[in-house]
């Protein structure tokens, strides 16, 4: 069971970056698929999230933390088991290390519980 973020760097406020998160071992199109970060002195925070879109109706469904709304964009292809952030119009407080997540319910000896999977993070840093 793995998570391997890559695209991370240095890039110029205003610019764009295209983080990736390739993951193994488990059945992906189940999972809900997250990127968060965490810049230092911060605590992680939860920065994007896209359903599986197999419990939906309606198809996939995103969300998005306030601070990224209109400048980020959050995709996967269950084919590929990748999930993408498109990071355009980047700040320097977006500075931060990108962490993919992979989330789903599960019941566990009888119990509900919400299994996770994180990756090892990778360095977005925004700077002149």
């Known amino acids: 069971v793995q998570l391997v973020e890559s695209g991370g760097g240095l890039v110029q406020p205003g610019g764009s970056l295209r983080l990736s998160c390739a993951a193994s071992?488990?059945?992906?199109?189940?999972?809900?698929m997250s990127w968060y970060r965490q810049a230092p002195g911060k605590e992680r925070e939860l920065v994007a999230a896209?359903?599986?879109?197999?419990?939906?109706?309606?198809?996939?469904?995103?969300n998005y933390a306030d601070s990224v709304k209109g400048r980020f964009s959050i995709s996967r292809d269950n084919a590929e088991n990748t999930a993408d952030l498109q990071m355009n119009s980047l700040k320097p407080e977006d500075t931060a290390v990108y962490y993919c997540?992979?989330?789903?319910?599960?019941?566990?000896?009888?119990?509900?519980?919400?299994?996770?999977?994180w990756g090892q993070g990778t360095l977005v840093t925004v700077s002149s």
């Open positions: 997540n992979a989330g789903v319910g599960a019941v566990v000896g009888g119990s509900p519980r919400y299994l996770e999977v």
């Open positions: 071992g488990f059945t992906f199109s189940n999972y809900v």
């Open positions: 896209i359903t599986s879109g197999s419990e939906i109706s309606a198809g996939e469904m995103t």
